[in-house]
């Protein structure tokens, strides 16, 4: 990965389709190698929000900077991934063809031994000479997380990225995952339903209203890292769902349980 992480800038950000406002203005500053979560409603507008980010949509009204550049052009450099809760993998690539063509895209040097180390971190072992449509819609998702972890990108947007797999198999992700992209350095924005998983992986929380989506709370995180699942049985922990619980509770005009 080449550089420092990146800043993230939305400046007076709003997108609107057709008369259907879905994110409201937003000034918003993403730290340089920060983990932040974005929470919220169904159909809040978070998965629009991490889309413009990534430059896969444009705004209404004010811009999106990355240090000093456009989404566009850190993407055309290959300093940018994007996990979908949609995998998207190519069908007729293999498991192992589909995280290798990342790299290429990315500009990256070929790098089979990272594609495997990767294969196997996600509990895809023995399965790389496989095509999407032989894999569970858990293994697809697994296999789409390798492609975005595995051109080690500056920036890594990641949208309900654990949705598909099985509790167990999302524990053992959660636990080693996280270290790739924070080993890296990557500036990451996380979109997920479960308050309990931003907890385990965030510094900060971005509490999201229902629909036009704009921040609600800001919940730091300075639990300290590796955050083993035991952490989620803490006081500690408890509180900050507790927080964000309440906060999105409220924002859409009811009080938590």
Same mark, same amino acid.
């Given at each position: 990965?080449?550089?420092? #992480? #990146?800043?993230?800038? /939305?400046?007076?950000?709003?997108?609107? %389709?057709?008369?259907?406002?879905?994110?409201?203005?937003?000034?918003?500053?993403?730290?340089? @190698?920060?983990?932040?979560?974005?929470?919220? !409603?169904?159909?809040? &507008?978070?998965?629009?929000?991490?889309?413009?980010?990534?430059?896969?949509?444009? +705004?209404?009204?004010?811009?999106?900077?990355?240090?000093?550049?456009? +989404?566009?052009?850190?993407?055309?450099?290959?300093?940018?991934?994007?996990? %979908?809760?949609? +995998?998207?993998?190519?069908?007729?690539?293999?498991?192992?063809?589909?995280?290798?063509?990342?790299?290429?895209?990315?500009?990256? #040097?070929?790098?089979?031994?990272?594609?495997?180390?990767? =294969?196997?971190?996600?509990?895809?072992?023995? %399965? @790389?000479?496989?095509? !999407?449509?032989?894999?569970?819609?858990?293994?697809?998702?697994?296999?789409? =997380?390798?492609?975005?972890?595995?051109?080690?990108?500056?920036?890594?947007?990641?949208?309900?990225?654990? &949705?598909?797999?099985?509790?167990?198999?999302?524990?053992?992700?959660?636990?080693?995952?996280?270290?790739?992209?924070? @080993? &890296? &350095?990557?500036?990451?924005?996380?979109?997920?339903?479960? =308050?309990?998983?931003?907890?385990?992986?965030?510094?900060? =929380?971005?509490?999201?209203? !229902?629909?036009?989506?704009?921040?609600?709370?800001?919940?730091?995180?300075?639990? +300290?890292?590796?955050?083993?699942?035991?952490?989620?049985?803490?006081?500690? %922990?408890?509180?900050?769902?507790?927080?964000?619980?309440?906060? /999105?509770?409220?924002?859409?005009?009811?009080?938590?349980?």
């Amino acid at each position: 990965m080449a550089g420092e #992480p #990146p800043v993230v800038r /939305l400046e007076a950000v709003s997108r609107t %389709f057709g008369g259907l406002e879905v994110v409201a203005s937003t000034d918003l500053t993403l730290a340089t @190698g920060q983990t932040t979560a974005l929470v919220g !409603p169904s159909g809040c &507008g978070k998965s629009t929000l991490l889309r413009l980010i990534a430059g896969l949509d444009q +705004p209404s009204a004010g811009r999106v900077m990355i240090d000093e550049a456009t +989404p566009d052009a850190v993407a055309g450099r290959g300093d940018l991934a994007v996990a %979908f809760q949609d +995998p998207s993998l190519l069908p007729w690539r293999t498991v192992r063809g589909n995280i290798a063509l990342a790299q290429r895209l990315a500009r990256r #040097p070929a790098d089979p031994d990272a594609v495997d180390r990767l =294969i196997a971190l996600v509990g895809l072992e023995g %399965f @790389g000479d496989l095509r !999407p449509a032989e894999l569970s819609g858990g293994m697809r998702q697994r296999a789409a =997380i390798a492609r975005a972890l595995v051109t080690r990108p500056r920036l890594l947007l990641l949208d309900e990225p654990f &949705g598909a797999v099985d509790e167990l198999t999302r524990q053992d992700l959660l636990a080693d995952l996280p270290p790739l992209w924070r @080993g &890296g &350095g990557a500036t990451t924005v996380l979109v997920t339903h479960s =308050i309990a998983e931003a907890v385990r992986l965030a510094d900060r =929380i971005l509490v999201l209203s !229902p629909r036009p989506a704009r921040v609600v709370a800001d919940v730091p995180v300075t639990l +300290p890292q590796p955050r083993p699942a035991q952490l989620a049985r803490t006081p500690v %922990f408890e509180a900050l769902v507790d927080e964000v619980t309440s906060a /999105l509770a409220r924002s859409r005009g009811g009080a938590a349980a």
